[in-house]
């Protein structure tokens, strides 16, 4: 009975060590189960992947970038072969010391620290730029080629800029700055806000590799892609005929709008710059350009933010015409200055104009008219109808710097300069002076607003962005008012700018309005005794030169906005230079 009893514990013992090893087994089973489940079917393409990443060796291929065209489709930015030194570090163990011999043979300035760090953990199948490659340099190392083992020179494509006179627009290439970023991309202007548009699909080449990752054979070829190409509102002509006036000796800029759609047709800035040198990587004239005092990257037509002078007054006369406080027949005697207070606010013409209305004002530029009209009305609402008509605003066009200038009212001046607004600030204001901030293309802008009655276009440079209008028209009869005003300012005696009639009397007959923006405040001392005319002034202090016109005067199709840093009288500098651009522009139909 004893031995069964053992027996039978041996056995309930064996059966409980053999459930848990069985349970044990089963539990394993099925993990295992599960994992190869997981393996093979849950995440069979992601392994699948793997595994060919782990035999298949991809090699991108760069697309040629799109092509940029001006309205005529005359191309201003394309690509062009280029060369480079490439090394390969597999074909030559000691590749460091040949990149050091081709340098002493060719000059190359290299930067071995940097080019040793990047290739440290470089692929040893995939070609390293080192350098580009100048014709000549190509001619020197072909006749000692055979002295490189790892070098070789592949053909390449780089940007090619055809006119200079675009660069301020178009702008320029850089290199990669992130890691998944594999080919020069755009850094400045259309080239990199149009990037995506531009930069095309890199292409793909596989190949088969062993596990060193050596080239066995190639696979299969999947074609780069190219990048759309880009078409400009520009005129080449019009756009070269333009920055020949701008007097190479100043800063300066032009703007030529389109009244119909504000297809912006000419955008020019001096000093100007060559976009090719940073492709060329020409570091020394690259590091002139950033280095001098006259910011010849910086584009003054849009960017540029100076007080309009003169050419702002047609704002504050729409907004007396509608708040009843002008008409035509109102009048005003100048006798060369208004007072407010215990201070005098000046005229230009210091022995007064006599009795003005409101088309004598514009066409003769009388200040005191805007001065006594100005006491009547708000700095609010000059603010307020000045952005209803253009200014004050952003226009994102795809140009880099993008700004709105500044008309100010009450709350901005209490914001950033903690004061309160007074009313000889107003006077100021009307005559385009004072805190006033606005740019070539807005002022074009404004005067688009005021031909086309308060509806106006949105300025564009890309030609396949459908015409956008804003604002709302005002009273036909105002209009009517201000434009024969303007007309009068060039086609009538005495007009600021009626010299232009006469010294080209075949050109296109045009409207428009003078503008003198003062740099510097003039002391009443030297108003009184007229030394501000006489004396010699730094020419950073002198007076802008500005004008603003259209052609033709009695059907206009064409802006042209005009700012001359330091030129001096509006009449005298920026006037001519206007007439001649829009002459051009209607004799050539652009």
């Known amino acids: 009975m004893e031995k069964n009893k053992i027996s039978e514990d041996s056995i309930k013992i064996l059966n409980r060590r053999s459930f848990i090893i069985i349970s044990i087994g089963v539990l394993l089973s099925f993990i295992i189960s599960v994992r190869l489940f997981s393996l093979q079917v849950i995440n069979f393409n992601f392994y699948k992947k793997k595994s060919v990443e782990n035999k298949v060796s ?74 580009r490659a100048k014709w000549e340099q190509i001619v020197k190392f072909e006749k000692n080629k055979f002295k490189f083992n790892s070098i070789k020179i592949i053909e390449s494509k780089k940007r090619y800029y055809p006119y200079k006179n ?39 080449v596989f190949s088969e590799v062993n596990a060193k990752g050596k080239i066995i054979r190639e696979t299969s070829i999947e074609k780069s892609i190219k990048g759309n190409d880009l078409y400009l509102t520009l005129d080449l002509n019009l756009q070269n005929y333009s920055q020949s006036l701008l007097p190479p000796d100043k800063k300066g800029s032009v703007i030529v709008l389109s009244v119909i759609d504000g297809s912006i047709l000419s955008m020019n800035s001096n000093p100007n710059f060559d976009a090719q040198i940073f492709e060329d990587r020409e570091n020394n004239k690259i590091n002139e350009f950033l280095k001098d005092e006259k910011k010849p990257l910086f584009n003054r037509a849009f960017s540029g933010f100076y007080p309009p002078g003169s050419v702002f007054k047609p704002i504050p006369a729409l907004l007396g015409l509608q708040r009843n406080l002008i008409n035509t027949q109102t009048e005003v ?19 007064g104009h006599g009795k003005v209305n409101l088309k004598r004002a514009i066409k003769e530029s009388c200040d005191v008219f805007f001065y006594e009209l100005a006491k009547k009305i708000n700095i609010d609402d000059i603010a307020i109808l000045s952005t209803k008509l253009g200014l004050n605003k952003e226009y994102d066009i795809g140009l880099s710097n993008l700004g709105k200038g500044l008309i100010p009212d009450k709350k901005w001046k209490k914001a950033f ?70 007309n009068s ?23 428009g309005k003078t503008g003198t923006s003062q740099v510097i405040r003039i002391k009443e001392s030297e108003r009184e ?62």
């Open 58 to 131: 991809i090699k991108l291929t760069p697309p040629i970038r799109g092509n940029i065209y001006d309205s005529k489709n005359n191309l201003l930015a394309g690509s062009s072969s280029l060369y480079e030194f490439v090394v390969f570090k597999y074909l030559n163990k000691d590749y460091f010391r040949e990149i050091k011999n081709l340098d002493l043979l060719i000059k190359l300035d290299l930067n071995f620290d940097k080019i040793k760090n990047r290739l440290k953990n470089y692929n040893d199948y995939i070609g390293f730029s080192v350098k």
């Open 166 to 204: 675009f660069s301020h627009v178009i702008g320029y290439m850089g290199q990669p700055t992130q890691s998944y970023e594999h080919y020069p991309k755009g850094v400045f202007h259309l080239e990199k806000s149009y990037e995506n548009h531009l930069k095309g699909t890199p292409g793909k």
């Open 489 to 511: 300012v060039v086609q009538e005696p005495r007009g600021t700018a009626y010299k232009l009639s006469i010294t080209n009397p075949e050109f296109v007959k045009i409207g």
């Open 417 to 486: 300069l903690e004061q309160s607004w007074y009313q000889g600030e107003t006077l100021i204001t009307s005559i385009g002076q004072g805190y006033n901030l606005t740019s070539p293309l807005q002022l074009a802008t404004l005067y688009s607003a005021i031909l086309n009655g308060g509806k106006y276009p949105i300025p564009k440079l890309d030609k396949k962005i459908p015409t956008k209008f804003i604002g709302k028209k005002f009273n036909s009869e105002h209009q009517k008012i201000l434009i024969n005003a303007l």
């Open 529 to 590: 005794d007229d030394l501000y005319k006489s004396k010699e002034v730094e020419e950073r202090f002198k007076d802008h030169s500005v004008f603003v016109g259209y052609a033709p005067y009695d059907k206009p199709k064409y802006i042209a906005s005009v700012v001359i840093e330091n030129g001096g009288s509006g009449s005298a500098v920026a006037a001519p230079i206007a007439h001649k651009i829009l002459n051009f522009a209607y004799k050539n139909n652009v």
């Open 333 to 351: 005697f100048c006798k060369g200055h208004s007072s407010l207070g215990d201070r005098n606010y000046y005229c230009w013409k210091k022995d």
